[in-house]
């Protein structure tokens, strides 16, 4: 496949490798930020391969992840109301709300259905005029578009049965609230690429300039990381603290300014509960009013001030393994009490957390 | 979630409501919205997600970093 072969090419690696290790003269924390970096590397055993020196920590890029359990219970409770369906990606059914989780209220009767993209849940709304379609909107500035561009559809067309429980995400502030907590590790980060085809660079320039720290907006291949990790260890080796552009096939500086407009037409900016990390202020973003007739949380407000105060697992260690302090085998209920199949925390089950990796591509510990 | 993959656009629908094609992952077709890259033509490589084409992949801009590589590929070879 174009574009994809070439990045996971063995001999572009170890030549990579060699360049690294004839780089690096001292120990290094780099923290890759998105939940698809880190799959790549658990797959491709990029941690065995690389140098003693560098230190890779997983970051909290994973939108299942993030996304609070008092979100899930909502969507729990919606699609359990008559003559409603909640949408959702796939990734979201299996993830523990404080009692339940979506798969176990689609095999409860619940009406959940699983979408590719929010486009099928607009066609869904459609197709049946006489149910409500709630699409569970998660997801970092990546998929923040593909949201906006559907409500803004539907309210072309007045298509009044379709409607939003949001739960996006922005990443600049929660790499602000990483580098202001006192334990920070990180020497540098790889940003995460595809937020940035939308995004851009100029939102990373002031933080690596605040906080003198390299930022390099890395891909998802295993080339992609590994050379993203070499433009790091060539900045922190020479004492520099730059925003660079490792994925400049994919990535330009201002990024996809349709999409970041139709982002702001839509969405405004508002503070945001991360699971397992707390309130991040400005890190979230939420209909503006003049959407309120497509917003679940406006339209379902009397079903959803019932609802109880949502609890996670106390076993669980997610809000530590978000925030690179621990690694997902370092948890005593990894694999045991937590699987894939029976997770504790949402980390296990999405196909960007950090402990569905562990657990997935791990056979020797890391 | 912010997976995205490239596949090739093979042909651009100007029928429907919204900007649609027919983009190849290796041979598997799939209809995808281009209203966020609505300059894209047939052939042209796009990242896909979540149904939707968020940038056009270049090759020139790709090839702008291959140099370094390259240079480190060299030094590998006896």
């Known amino acids: 496949m174009r574009h994809v072969d070439e990045y996971r090419d063995p001999a572009r690696i170890k030549a990579l490798i060699a360049e690294i290790s004839e780089t690096v003269s001292r120990p290094w924390t780099i923290m890759e930020v998105c939940g698809g970096q880190t799959h790549t590397i658990m797959k491709y055993g990029l941690k065995q391969i690389l140098p003693k020196e560098i230190t890779l920590l997983h970051g909290p890029g994973c939108p299942v992840c993030v996304t609070p359990p008092a979100l899930i219970d909502q969507a729990i409770a919606l699609c359990q109301q008559p003559n409603v369906t909640v949408c959702t990606f796939g990734d979201m059914l299996r993830v523990p709300g404080t009692e339940s989780s979506l ?29 409500v379609i709630v699409f ?19 309210k072309q067309a007045g298509l009044n049965n379709f409607t939003l429980l949001v739960s996006h995400v922005r990443v600049p502030p929660a790499l602000t609230a990483l580098l202001n907590s006192s334990d920070a590790e990180m020497d540098a980060f790889l940003g995460a690429g595809h937020v940035c085809t939308v995004m851009g660079l100029e939102e990373y320039e002031p933080i690596c300039a605040h906080y003198r720290i390299p930022i390099i907006v890395t891909g998802f291949e295993p080339a992609d990381i590994l050379e993203g990790v070499l433009m790091c260890v060539q900045q922190l080796e020479t004492q520099r603290s730059n925003l660079e552009n490792q994925y400049r096939r994919a990535v330009t500086w201002s990024g996809n300014q349709a999409a970041r407009s139709m982002i702001t037409n839509v969405f405004e900016i508002s503070d945001q509960e991360w699971r397992g990390i707390g309130l991040i202020e400005q890190s979230g973003l939420r209909l503006r009013p003049e959407y ?10 009397n079903t959803l001030q019932d609802q109880p105060t949502a609890i996670a697992s106390n076993e669980c260690i997610s809000g530590e393994v978000l925030r690179g302090r621990k690694k997902p085998a370092e948890c005593p209920a990894f694999g045991t009490r937590c699987t894939p199949s029976r997770p504790l925390g949402a980390p296990m089950v999405s196909s960007e957390g950090a402990c569905a990796a562990y657990h997935r591509y791990a056979a020797v510990p890391v | 979630m912010c997976l995205a993959l490239p596949g090739e656009l093979i042909d651009i629908d100007r029928g ?35 149904g939707f084409s968020i940038s056009i992949v270049s090759q020139r801009r790709a090839d702008a970093i291959v140099v370094d590589l390259n240079t480190a590929l060299k030094s590998d070879l006896p």
């Open chain 1, 103 to 131: 798969a176990l209220a689609k095999a409860r009767g619940g009406d959940v259905r699983i979408v590719y993209s929010p486009l099928d849940a607009l066609a869904l709304a459609q197709a049946e005029p006489k149910r």
């Open chain 1, 136 to 154: 569970f909107a998660i997801g970092f500035e990546t998929t923040a578009p593909t949201t906006a561009l559907t409500v803004y559809q539907a």
């Open chain 1, 292 to 301: 309120a007739g497509h917003d679940a949380s406006v339209r379902f407000a």
């Open chain 2, 16 to 50: 429907e409501a919204l900007h649609v094609g027919r983009v190849s992952f290796a041979g598997t077709l799939k209809r995808v919205c281009l209203a966020y890259t609505p300059e894209a033509v047939p052939g042209d490589y796009l990242l896909v997600h979540a």
